[in-house]
């Protein structure tokens, strides 16, 4: 099951677009993953609403606890926050039943975490958000200062300070 490709943000401006990215699914060896939730196979899609998947929201949840956030929504139309992922923290919390949908990860979902231990949640002004997985630290750092020059760009555009 691939993964759509993000739609640049919905106004004129380009402002994080090129530093969004979509990365193929990769195989998954099951033999040792934790208990996992019932249809192992895919990653659930989120349903209409905020996010595309559901370890959108789940990642978007550790992006909440103190990261920091590039650009302003309220200014610039969208902010990036990177994330470097505890796959198996999110497993754990998804087995107590502590996350948002009170569900365990599937064993792709899982995988697919664990094989992209970085991300970058990308939230717009009109409350959607879109994650971008990484599996390498290098693309990650390159899409972090890519996603800096254009709030850095944005700003001296404006005439202010960043």
Known sequence: MGRPQPMPPSDSRPFFYGTRKSTPEPKYDYRNAPEMSADPDIIRPYGPGKFSHIIDSYVYEESLEGGETIGDVSEMGEAATPVEIDAEGIAGRGLRGELPDRKPLTKAEYFYLRQHPYAI???????????SYFTSKSEYDAAIRHAEKAQSDFYQEQGGEN
């Open 121 to 131: 949640v990308y939230e717009d002004n009109e409350g959607f958000v879109s994650v």
